[in-house]
């Protein structure tokens, strides 16, 4: 017994439309995230951790000078 089988249409090999390239808004770093994010990925570094705890981030914060207002 033949076995049918459905045969597919190839559907037009038209190029799909590019899509633009979007860009976030153009802001400026301020200097102190600047600092903060350096101090931050060199503990992160120093310590072998890629995702420090909320409680090291703030010892972070501490050595850099900040305190509670």
Known sequence: MAVKTKKTKKK?????????????PQTEVDEDVLEFISAL???KK??????PTWSEVLLVLR?????KG
Request: proline share 7%; aromatic share 12%; glycine share 8%.
């Open 63 to 67: 050595q850099l000078g900040y305190r």
């Open 46 to 51: 120093e310590k072998n951790r890629p995702f």
């Open 12 to 24: 037009s090999s038209k190029k799909a439309a590019k899509k633009p390239i979007r860009k976030g």
């Open 41 to 43: 990925d060199a503990y």
